[in-house]
């Protein structure tokens, strides 16, 4: 099963809002055919790994089919997954948990069982959830996963007075593969105006993500980046109600510059909630907020934020950095309700995740 989770892995990114899903055929104790889910719209792990097996000329009959999710026994982009297993053979299917999804949701356990497959369910329950949680989010909830990133010193400040960058280029490599992973990276006016950002995923992998921006009154400067470069990658403006129907002449504007305004109720404030069921709407997955200090509060105050990701550079202001924002990290985490989830290191900085309770 772990072998199994492994591959699932390497889907995180391509098959939103699909799930990632690993398959392992086994047969006389010796793997014989493995798969994973590679995109969206394409073959599901199961199917990957009975192709995987049927090219290596092996017979499955009586082998025994480790998959993280389980089987979907319905008619989707793909032909039930559940027919194909029972047609091969396979006597036995393990699943770490089942799909929450409504159109699965036991159904595909049922429908082996009915045919005299076993099925067991729970191995590895707990690191299938880890990797599943955005998409077993997005399915109980109808609303993405919140992601929230930001990079500080080591005493705390979110700005340096140089202006220049407080991570350091590896930490900015990874923030790239994680925009790739991502629907959105949502940022506010502030931060548009202060770094006229482009939010784009650089890495050379991966998707591209929509670039989304927190503005209740239609301010952002139509000569920014983001605006200029919206027929290469999307671009939504979040508005409030009032602000389009007094400034239509700043919208139509922005429409034809290729950007889309979504408007949201309210009178100068975009609140969360609305947004994120919007976004649920939209299938969208994941959402990386990446700032500024206010956008980040809003979000994590209100208990929304689902994975926190700090990286914290080994530079340190000290009075220096007076009036800037600080996190203390601890004090975060235990406001939040977030656990410590893992802790890696990108060049000297040091980046930590927090992930809620699942």
């Not at 220049?164 to 280029?169: F, L, Y």
């Given at each position: 099963?772990?072998?199994?989770?492994?591959?699932?892995?390497?889907?995180?990114?391509?098959?939103?809002?699909?799930?990632?899903?690993?398959?392992?055929?086994?047969?006389?104790?010796?793997?014989?055919?493995?798969?994973?889910?590679?995109?969206?719209?394409?073959?599901?792990?199961?199917?990957?790994?009975?192709?995987?097996?049927?090219?290596?000329?092996?017979?499955?009959?009586?082998?025994?089919?480790?998959?993280?999710?389980?089987?979907?026994?319905?008619?989707?982009?793909?032909?039930?997954?559940?027919?194909?297993?029972?047609?091969?053979?396979?006597?036995?299917?393990?699943?770490?948990?089942?799909?929450?999804?409504?159109?699965?949701?036991?159904?595909?356990?049922?429908?082996?069982?009915?045919?005299?497959?076993?099925?067991?369910?729970?191995?590895?329950?707990?690191?299938?959830?880890?990797?599943?949680?955005?998409?077993?989010?997005?399915?109980t909830t109808g609303?993405?996963?919140?992601?929230?990133?930001?990079?500080?010193?080591?005493?705390?400040?979110?700005?340096?007075?140089?202006?220049?960058?407080?991570?350091?280029?590896?930490?900015?490599?990874?923030v790239h593969r994680?925009?790739?992973?991502?629907?959105?990276?949502?940022?506010?006016?502030?931060?548009?105006?202060?770094?006229?950002?482009?939010?784009?995923?650089?890495?050379?992998?991966?998707?591209?993500?929509?670039?989304?921006?927190?503005?209740?009154?239609?301010?952002?400067?139509?000569?920014?980046?983001?605006?200029?470069?919206?027929?290469?990658?999307?671009?939504?403006?979040?508005?409030?109600?009032?602000?389009?129907?007094?400034?239509?002449?700043?919208?139509?504007?922005?429409?034809?510059?290729g950007v889309e305004?979504?408007?949201?109720?309210?009178?100068?404030?975009?609140?969360?909630?609305?947004?994120?069921?919007?976004?649920?709407?939209?299938?969208?997955?994941?959402?990386?907020?990446?700032?500024?200090?206010?956008?980040?509060?809003?979000?994590?105050?209100?208990?929304?934020?689902?994975?926190?990701?700090?990286?914290?550079?080994?530079?340190?202001?000290?009075?220096?950095?007076?009036?800037?924002?600080?996190?203390?990290?601890?004090?975060?985490?235990?406001?939040?309700?977030?656990?410590?989830?893992?802790?890696?290191?990108?060049?000297?900085?040091?980046?930590?995740?927090?992930?809620?309770?699942?």
């Amino acid at each position: 099963m772990r072998r199994a989770l492994e591959l699932a892995r390497r889907g995180v990114g391509a098959v939103e809002p699909n799930p990632p899903v690993g398959a392992v055929l086994v047969h006389g104790g010796e793997e014989v055919g493995s798969g994973y889910h590679r995109r969206f719209g394409g073959p599901h792990a199961e199917v990957e790994a009975l192709r995987a097996a049927e090219q290596a000329g092996l017979d499955i009959r009586g082998a025994t089919l480790y998959v993280t999710l389980e089987p979907c026994g319905h008619q989707g982009k793909t032909p039930p997954c559940t027919d194909a297993i029972v047609a091969s053979g396979i006597s036995r299917v393990v699943t770490a948990i089942e799909d929450p999804d409504p159109n699965v949701a036991g159904r595909g356990v049922e429908a082996l069982r009915a045919a005299g497959v076993t099925v067991s369910v729970g191995l590895c329950r707990e690191e299938a959830m880890e990797l599943l949680a955005p998409y077993v989010k997005t399915r109980t909830t109808g609303r993405s996963w919140v992601i929230c990133k930001w990079a500080q010193t080591a005493d705390g400040y979110l700005a340096v007075p140089d202006g220049r960058w407080v991570s350091g280029p590896a930490s900015r490599a990874e923030v790239h593969r994680l925009r790739g992973i991502c629907d959105g990276v949502l940022v506010g006016l502030g931060t548009v105006v202060a770094d006229d950002p482009l939010l784009t995923n650089r890495s050379g992998r991966g998707r591209k993500p929509a670039r989304v921006v927190l503005d209740a009154e239609l301010e952002i400067p139509p000569t920014c980046r983001l605006v200029r470069t919206a027929g290469e990658s999307p671009v939504i403006v979040v508005a409030c109600q009032r602000a389009t129907e007094s400034r239509p002449e700043k919208a139509e504007a922005l429409a034809e510059a290729g950007v889309e305004v979504l408007t949201l109720p309210g009178d100068d404030r975009v609140e969360p909630e609305p947004l994120l069921d919007e976004l649920g709407r939209r299938r969208w997955t994941r959402l990386l907020i990446e700032g500024g200090v206010e956008v980040l509060e809003s979000f994590c105050s209100r208990g929304l934020a689902d994975e926190v990701i700090v990286f914290v550079s080994p530079r340190r202001l000290e009075e220096d950095g007076r009036g800037r924002p600080k996190y203390d990290i601890a004090e975060v985490r235990v406001a939040y309700k977030l656990r410590p989830h893992t802790r890696r290191e990108f060049g000297s900085d040091t980046m930590l995740t927090f992930r809620r309770e699942l």
